[in-house]
């Protein structure tokens, strides 16, 4: 096997328990550090009536609590703010002049929190990291890169620089600027790689030959990096978007510049491979969404929420940071590339999951099985909420878009087909209204899961 699966080159020649070991140390280190750097920090770890000495290895890591969610972190940018006129956080371990880099998400929801915030370290470490694990899609030299996200202040950026660090070019347009001038950007520049998410390369399939007169495959793309959401983890849109765009679809992730992982050139879909397991330990540190108790992610098929520990970080590092990312966890030897390391399939996020009648269900689950009916449906749906998640009284409401071929007679035995198979795979037993194709509103950012009926009212 060729490839060098992680970027370190003693990573590649130690076992998975040697790789532990070095995280280990790395970690030890990473923690000191931050105790004593942040007051945020050390009351967190004094709450947890713990000392950074006592946490010597994953296992003990995994037993401390969670120190932090998405809330904290807007409480502790809050305080930042006031006390020191920044809005980095009080977790931020790094002097503040001291920043290279910063980002925030591109979420709609609540103040930005500027979770992507770098020293010029951090960042040359993690561009490096973020490099490498996009050239696993065979990203290099010469290679032009449409880089299709919101920019500027925006997360996205930070995967700018693993690609300039690959000497590819990235030509970076942003989202908001539209898909028009994304197309004629396409016609003029003639990428070799398209990175969006799957939901735009999805939309750009219809919107292509509209706008300026082509198939998506007539792009001649060498491939497709998509994140975001869950996309081409979803069989059928994998398989439709190979097919469509003649090249191979990757999915990459990096929250907050944790976590880093890529798909694989397999056909079959093998998850997120963890590329950098000197960069965190999320893939080692998994708890119950509900109970938040720890949940061993050692064995195979392990289902949790990711909890985030950095283990080189200047900045903004984080300790048990659980984001609310909900994966389940390969431990065995990929069977598509030989990756030996840990992969992760995301299944979705621990504040979308729905209680219906005591089963715990994901969206991403149902999208999973009605995009399965594809070409009866087009894959477009919405869940319909009557009221706020998680528990839904059943039954679980659900809008579908059907195929265009469908008339209406057709559509009852279409919706007892959808209806079966959701029972049969996930226990549920939906009620189906079908709507027409296209009807849904598409985005061009994350396209949403829910139709939230209660906010309507
Ligand atoms: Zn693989």
């Given at each position: 096997m060729s490839r060098q699966f992680y970027m370190m080159p003693q990573l590649n020649r130690m076992s998975q328990e040697e790789i532990r070991h070095y995280q280990e140390e790395k970690l030890r280190r990473q923690l000191k550090y931050c105790y004593e750097r942040s007051e945020f920090y050390r009351a967190k770890f004094d709450n947890a009536g713990a000392r950074p000495e006592d946490i010597k290895t994953i296992e003990d890591l995994r037993r401390l609590p969670v120190f932090m969610v998405k809330d904290d972190e807007r409480r502790s940018a809050q305080e930042s703010l006031e006390r020191f006129g920044h809005p980095f956080g009080m977790h931020l371990c790094a002097p503040v002049e001291d920043l290279y880099l910063t980002g925030t998400t591109s979420g709609t929801t609540g103040i930005p929190t500027f979770s992507y915030t770098f020293t010029e370290k951090d960042i040359n470490f993690i561009g490096r990291q973020l490099g490498h694990r996009i050239s696993w899609a065979g990203v290099g030299k010469g290679d032009r890169v449409v880089f299709f996200f919101a920019?500027?202040?925006?997360?996205?950026?930070?995967?700018l620089w693993g690609l300039r660090g690959l000497g590819a070019l990235p030509i970076d347009i942003d989202a908001r600027a539209g898909t028009d001038l994304l197309l004629q950007f396409i016609e003029l520049t003639r990428p070799t790689y398209l990175a969006c998410t799957p939901s735009l390369a999805e939309f750009l399939i219809e919107k292509a030959p509209k706008t300026v007169g082509k198939q998506v495959r007539e792009f001649n793309l060498k491939g497709l990096l998509t994140t975001g959401e869950i996309g081409i983890a979803i069989p059928e849109i994998k398989k439709k978007l190979e097919a469509q765009y003649g090249c191979r679809a990757f999915d990459y992730w990096s929250p907050c510049g944790n976590c880093m992982g890529i798909s694989c050139d397999s056909e079959e879909y093998h998850g997120?491979?963890?590329?950098?397991?000197?960069?965190?330990?999320s893939y080692d540190d998994l708890i119950d969404p509900i109970t938040k108790e720890p949940v061993n992610s050692d064995l195979d098929g392990a289902v949790g929420e990711m909890v985030h520990t950095s283990l080189e970080r200047e900045a903004c590092p984080a300790v048990k940071y659980a984001y609310g990312d909900v994966v389940q966890i390969f431990t065995k030897e990929c069977p598509g590339c030989g990756f030996r390391g840990k992969r992760a399939k995301l299944i979705g996020r621990a504040d979308d999951m729905l209680i219906v009648k005591g089963v715990n269900v994901y969206p991403a689950a149902i999208k999973d099985i009605v995009t399965g009916f594809i070409p009866d449906v087009t894959g477009e749906m919405r869940i319909v909420l009557d009221s706020p998640p998680p528990r839904v009284i059943p039954p679980i409401k659900l809008k579908i878009e059907h195929g265009k071929h469908l008339g209406q007679h057709e559509l009852e035995g279409l919706g007892e087909r959808i209806a079966s198979e959701l029972h049969s795979k996930i226990k549920i037993r939906p009620s189906i209204r079908f709507v027409p194709p296209g009807s849904l509103p598409r985005e061009t950012r994350k396209t949403p899961v829910?139709?939230?009926q209660y906010e309507l009212k």
């Open positions: 920019l500027g202040i925006y997360a996205t950026t930070m995967t997120l491979h963890a590329t950098a397991p000197d960069v965190c330990t829910f139709e939230k």
